[in-house]
Structure formats: structure tokens, C-alpha cells
């Protein structure tokens, strides 16, 4: 049974960071994309940044230069490094492993692609 295990949401003031961890398993992981999306309050589900097997990784404009996504192929743990964070960035963050191989890197950017997803993590970013 794949589970997705997400840890290291909080409440931050505007300006802080946090580091977002996801722990994968029950498969192997080998050749997919791991992604990160997060959903605030009243809002639709939003792509945040993905990362291949290889690295090559994928952001949306509104965290580019601010967020990190990395991962660890030996220990199946993807990270998303959250700096400069504002309160826009307020939002459920869920970390999601990929059920297709193969595709461009930004086509990984709507959750259809993705067929497990963690149970969520709070962010809270104060003014």
C-alpha cells in the first residue's frame, strides 16, 4: 500500500521558512515525478513545484525563487525548502507521486498525473 507522509507545516511569520518533508512507500518510485500542491481555504487545488527522478525539477511563477524542491532517491523523501514566505503562501500543502513516466516536466503541473497523495500539511503564514 503506497503511502505519502507529509511533516513540517506551522505557523511562520511573513518574511520566514519552512521546510516541507514527504517520507514515500510501498512502491518503488523509480523513474517518476513527485510533486508538491497546495490548497487554501476557499480555493481550488494548486500546482507548486515538481521534481523527476533525475532532478529536473518545475515551478509555479508565484514561488520561483523562493521555493526549493529536492528529493532522495535512496531514502524515497522529497523536501520542499519554503523561503521568504507570504501570506498568500497560506495553504493545506500535499505531496503527490506520479502514475505516469515519460511526460515533459511541466505537463507534471495538474494533479491528473498523479495518483497518490499524502494526507496534508498546514502552512500558516502571518502578516
Known amino acids: 500500500q503506497v503511502q505519502l507522509v507529509e511533516s513540517g507545516g506551522g505557523l511562520v511569520q511573513a518574511g520566514g521558512s519552512l521546510r516541507l518533508s514527504c517520507a514515500a512507500s510501498g512502491r518503488s518510485f523509480t523513474g517518476y515525478v513527485m510533486g508538491w500542491f497546495r490548497q487554501a481555504p476557499g480555493k481550488e487545488r494548486e500546482f507548486v513545484a515538481a521534481i523527476s527522478w533525475t532532478g529536473t525539477f518545475y515551478y509555479t511563477d508565484s514561488v520561483k525563487g523562493r521555493f526549493t524542491v529536492s528529493r532522495d532517491n535512496v531514502q524515497n523523501t522529497v523536501d520542499l525548502q519554503m523561503n521568504s514566505l507570504k501570506p498568500e503562501d497560506t495553504a493545506v500543502y500535499y505531496c503527490?507521486?506520479?502514475?505516469?513516466?515519460?511526460?515533459?516536466?511541466?505537463?507534471?503541473?495538474?494533479?491528473?498525473?498523479?495518483?497518490?497523495w499524502g494526507q496534508g500539511t498546514q502552512v500558516t503564514v502571518s502578516s
Open positions: 503527490a507521486a506520479s502514475t505516469v513516466r515519460g511526460l515533459n516536466i511541466g505537463r507534471y503541473s495538474t494533479g491528473d498525473k498523479f495518483g497518490y
